[in-house]
């Protein structure tokens, strides 16, 4: 069993591990890999089970410290969504620019669709009005694009769009929750 890292979102841990991804060539942006280990873990898969799904992610990992990582990410990720608190929130990136960032929240998103489809042919099967509704507009927002030449009007929508991406993961986390392997 690997040695699990103790992981924590904030603008420093958000950067080393944009630099650990990178350096392993995963072709992938933080905000990607995130969303679909949130899509993953959604449907109620984890690291013990992390052979049958990486490929999605990562066709091999060679280096240890990539793998601890991602259990640590992925750790993280379950602990927000089943928070009492709502701690959940998509880790997009550390760039502050509102272009960058809608462009992470896309990848997020993208990211997040793949992770809860796959395998997904029981989950789809019993899926809710409401979470059938949130993975419709999902798909929609992986296609946002800045557009208006109003700063405050694009940031006012990026800040409605993160917090309905962050409602929606925690309905769809808890929708699968009796389904959900420990």
Known sequence: MTQKINFEVNADSTEKLERVFRKNSLGLSI????????????????????????????????????????????????????????????????????VKRTELLSDWCRGFTIGVSWNGIKQAKNRSEDTEIFLSDIVQISLAEVGSDDSEIEEKAFFELEEYVKVGAQLVYEEYLPEKSN
């Open 31 to 98: 905000a990607e890999i995130h969303g679909t280990l949130t899509g993953l873990v959604c449907i109620g898969q984890n690291e013990k089970n992390f052979h049958q799904w990486q490929p999605l992610l990562f066709p091999k990992i060679g280096a240890k410290f990539l793998l601890n990582t991602m259990f640590s990410l992925t750790s993280f990720t379950k602990r927000c969504l089943e928070s009492s608190d709502f701690q959940f929130k998509p880790i997009l990136g550390s760039s502050g620019e509102l």
